[in-house]
């Protein structure tokens, strides 16, 4: 079993940006700035660095280092358990590992909020950012932090950033090369084989990454079957149509009831 899961398997756990749980944790950062929610406030030009860290680290510590409101991934987990699987992901907020997964079945493509980056970049190195993301929350007064706390690259001294796939400053470190290698040798070990190819709340802003490499490996193996659950957006082409499963719904309720 290959898994791909998007922001709607996230959204389907209560991850939302936007509405009562926005108004809940940024309802300053709105008054203030005018936002109204969360994505549209990681592209807010805030006017220092204090600031900027203010927003983004309490962003961080909600959506990286606290669980989802719904056990929407320890329900998938149960349903996984004692089976070869792995798991893609365009999703940067860790659920997987958080609920429980095995880190070794899992490839994070687009970066990890719980990861800090050079903003050049000087090197191709992460830094964990945990601890100083939860000083940050700890000690900020009137949405700004201490400017002492304001991360700089320990190589260079530019500003680190998150390690998030936004441009070609991405970085790849030796852990995204690693997970991009067990992912492959997967892939390579059940091309013949009876595979279920799952897509979780995938959209269409980067469908290169999961939606279309999986249509095509279904394509090409005969024993292969789709699996699509997204609410709103569950389709396949015509030329694998026979060995897929299209369900529009909620992930959540539609996992719970195969469980």
């Known amino acids: 079993m ?9 959204a389907s756990a209560g991850f939302t940006y936007g509405g009562a749980r926005f108004r809940q944790h940024f309802g300053d950062f709105a008054a203030r700035y005018g936002f109204g929610d969360m994505y549209s406030g990681g592209f807010y030009p805030f006017p220092d660095p204090e600031a900027y860290w203010a927003y983004w680290s309490r962003f961080i510590a909600l959506n990286r280092y606290q669980a989802p409101p719904k056990p929407v991934y320890e329900t998938l987990l149960k349903l996984v358990e004692g089976k070869d699987y792995f798991v893609l992901t365009t999703n940067v907020d860790h659920c997987f590992q958080k609920a429980g997964f095995d880190k070794k079945r899992l490839f994070y493509t687009q970066g ?3 990861l800090f980056q050079c903003s050049g970049p000087c090197c191709q190195e992460t830094w964990d950012n945990e601890a100083l993301v939860r000083e940050m929350v700890a000690r900020q007064r009137d949405l700004r932090v201490p400017t002492q706390l304001v991360p700089h690259c320990p190589h260079c001294g530019r500003p680190l950033t998150m390690n998030l796939r936004a441009d070609e400053t991405f970085v790849q470190d030796a852990g995204w090369y690693r997970a991009a290698g067990q992912y492959q040798d997967f892939l390579g070990r059940h091309r013949h084989c ?21 249509w095509r490996r279904t394509a090409e193996n005969p024993k292969a079957v789709y699996a699509c659950v997204n609410e709103g957006e569950a389709f396949c082409p015509a ?3 026979k060995r ?4 529009d ?9 195969l469980g």
């Open 239 to 241: 030329e694998i149509a």
């Open 194 to 214: 009876a595979t279920l190819y799952l897509e979780l709340g995938v959209g269409g802003n980067t469908p290169g990454i999961i939606k279309y490499p999986f």
């Open 2 to 10: 290959v898994i791909g899961a998007g922001a709607g398997l996230s």
């Open 244 to 247: 897929s499963i299209c369900i």
């Open 112 to 114: 990890d909020y719980g």
């Open 249 to 257: 719904g909620d992930i959540g309720a539609v996992l719970q009831r």
